[in-house]
């Protein structure tokens, strides 16, 4: 949850030629229980139009090379019908 984060993925996925159709963060529930690892970690939800996954796999090796997320994305593939 800092400032510029969104903006440097999205730049990661655009240098892979991926549209992104949305961008949703959300503040964490604060519900939870607190971790001190997860202090400034909030979800975040991209959604992308039509590319390739080695795309998306490639965008997404750059932004952890980058250090802007704590641990592994999760890649859910949504297929629309032609």
Excluded: C
């Excluded at 604060?30 to 939800?45: E, H, R």
């Excluded at 996954?53 to 890649?75: F, K, N, T, W, Y």
Aim: proline content about 6%; charged content about 25%; hydrophobic content about 45%.
């Amino acid at each position: 949850d800092r400032p510029g984060t969104a903006a440097a993925i999205a730049t990661r996925m655009a240098e892979q030629q991926i549209s992104l159709e949305s961008i949703l963060q959300k503040k964490p529930r604060a519900k939870a229980p607190a971790v001190a690892s997860d202090k400034n970690t909030v979800p975040l939800v991209l959604i992308t139009h039509a590319t390739s996954e080695s795309a998306v796999r490639r965008a997404l090796m750059a932004v952890l090379a980058d250090g802007h997320i704590q641990g592994a994305p999760q890649v859910i593939r949504i297929e629309k019908e032609k």
